[in-house]
């Protein structure tokens, strides 16, 4: 009989977590830009398409949110990046609601912030990815 094996460690955790919220930033911006290519859709498959593009963007918005908070659990159980994961939950909380503006008012603006919220937050996670190498102590590993 073998001994059951162990789960993933913290870091692991963050590390996985980090690379859960990369993943969905780039579905997410994907999914933005080709309604932005599509622009104001003419012709029913258009408007079809473009209504399923739009609605996966908004799907993908409110898992964003679940994952930051879910990278920012797994930082605080490993103990590393915890200030990189509440800033990076504080980016899309304010992203997800300039989303909202955007869909509300049709504000240039508001999508302009969208995409600064994907980049900060891009940069944080990436950050939060890096910091789940860091060991106890601040020693890396090789």
């Known amino acids: 009989m073998s001994a059951p094996a162990a789960g ?11 690379r859960e919220a990369l993943t969905a930033l780039a ?3 994907l999914l933005g830009m080709a309604a932005n ?3 104001d859709p003419k012709g029913t498959f258009a408007i079809v398409v473009d209504t ?3 609605i996966l963007h908004i799907l993908v918005a409110i898992g964003l949110v679940a994952v930051s908070i879910r990278v920012l659990l797994a930082a605080r159980k490993a103990g590393l ?3 990189l994961a509440l800033w990076g939950l504080i980016v ?3 992203t997800f609601l300039a989303g909202v503006g955007t869909m509300a008012t049709g504000s240039e603006w508001a999508s302009y912030l969208m995409a600064v919220g ?3 937050a891009a940069a944080l996670y990436g950050g939060t990815f890096f910091a ?6 601040g020693a890396t590993r090789a």
């Open 118 to 120: 994907f980049l900060v």
């Open 132 to 137: 789940s190498y860091e060991l106890k102590g």
């Open 27 to 29: 579905v997410q911006f």
């Open 92 to 94: 899309i909380v304010i």
């Open 37 to 39: 290519l599509i622009g």
């Open 8 to 18: 993933p460690t913290p870091s692991e955790t963050l590390r996985r977590r980090s």
């Open 81 to 83: 990046g915890q200030r």
């Open 52 to 54: 399923i593009i739009v």
